[in-house]
């Protein structure tokens, strides 16, 4: 009980007094974050309107494969990225690793699968309102994924949160392709296992509660911007 | 422009695994008319309207429009039993098949904006579609339909859950487009909406055409005794 007042005191004083090392920290945090679940949102929301609407011989099996990508072990991915970057790897040139796009990623790798996925789920059910409607109107298909992601674009609003959550509280990969080096790649997640490795667990958990505060203002902010709390209006 | 009518529809059939839903059905839609399409539930008026407008694969038989099969789809029009509500407000929704066949959003939402007068709801443009009464919903639905001008209009039973008032609205709507040129094929229970509104009357039973003709002829002279009992206002099963 002690060590949690302990750090929220610790995290209280960090954010009051704008502590530089905290905000570089957490600015990295949210670039790296932000800018993944950004790439992979391009990627998984468009993917999963297109599983719930186009018909193709392996689409159970390929959906069944994407639902099981959510489950993917963080450490394995980023051994896999590691080994793909490292300099004996094929994108070894491009010099790469230990950076926060090496994260980036990373991060892309992991949180792809769970938004294509949501985006699937929320898709199919509003497809499945949508079919004889669209098909009436004689829309092509290109037509019938915008459509589903325009108007569905609350539950997609979900989908991304979602990655945001996988993302911003992602440690394992991160740290194998990142190296949690000082002013260079470390992030909040990998700040608050070095801490707690050296046995500063007040920091730790000033960091930690840092983190939750991110995450909870992300979301409330995206849900205000979405309105997805409002009724009657889309 | 060619006209994408007369359609003809031969030997078709529909069936849901082995159970034959529709058919065989030969049927001639020709350019012009009001077609009431009667027949007691699971008579295949649904099915009937939905292979006519290309929702259901015909498991035999064929559906030969004038003009290819692309063409044909575009210039047709479709209002659901249940009408269905898109998530957006009703002048994006009377918008959406202008935009999507490439009318520019801004005159695609002035003419929605002219269509919602017509049909009533042109103090409700910017409220949610899904908010709207049950009457209103079909009048929107109805007017996303005509919206485009079709040259075919298809209507599973659109005044099935309606009251007096709202059910007028929709056949006075319907009697202008078929008086700007739209050829209606309409499904209903309602015998008295068939006789204000039918030009011809097609009577099904167990998915097969078992009457059909002009109105007039099916309403004092009909020829099947499953159709005398339809209108004497007995029980047909």
Known sequence: MNEILEGLKAASWLVLTFDSDLVEITLRSLQVTLTAVAIASLIGLPLGAWLAVHRFRHRRATIALLNALMGLPPVVVGLVVYLLLSRAGPFGVLDLLFTPTAMILAQIVIVTPLIASISHQAMRDLWASYHDLLISISTRKRQRIATLLWDGRRALITAALAGFGRAIGEVGAIMIVGGNIEHATRVLTTAIALETGKGNFDLALGLGFVLIALAILVNVTTHMIGRTESEGKW | ?237
């Open chain 2, 1 to 237: 422009m060619t006209s994408i009518l007369p359609l003809t529809l031969s030997g078709a059939t529909v069936k849901r695994g082995k159970k034959t839903l529709l058919g065989p059905v030969d049927m001639t839609v020709s350019p012009r008319g009001f077609t009431i399409i009667l027949g007691p539930n699971g008579a295949g008026k649904t099915t009937l309207l939905r292979a006519l407008h290309g929702l259901e694969h015909l498991d035999s038989g064929s559906a030969r429009w004038q003009v290819p099969l692309r063409d044909a789809r575009s210039r047709q029009g479709f209002v659901f039993q249940a009408p269905v509500m898109m998530r957006r407000n009703v002048r994006d929704s009377l918008a959406y098949p202008l935009i999507v066949h490439g009318v520019r959003r801004k005159e695609a939402r002035q003419r929605a904006g002219l269509w919602a007068e017509k049909i009533g709801l042109g103090d409700m443009l910017d409220q949610a579609a899904s908010q709207l009464s049950g009457g209103e919903k079909q009048k929107l639905a109805l007017a996303r339909a005509l919206i485009r001008d079709p040259e075919i209009l298809f209507l599973d039973e659109p005044c099935a859950n309606l009251d007096g008032r709202a059910t007028r609205e929709i056949e006075a709507i319907l009697q202008t487009a078929q008086a700007n040129g739209t050829r209606i094929l309409m499904s209903t229970h309602d015998i008295g909406q068939a006789r204000r509104l039918a030009s011809d009357v097609v009577f099904l039973m167990g998915g097969r055409i078992i009457e059909t003709g002009p109105a007039t002829t099916f309403f004092h002279t009909p020829s099947t005794p499953q159709a005398v009992a339809l209108l004497n206002g007995d029980i047909v099963e």
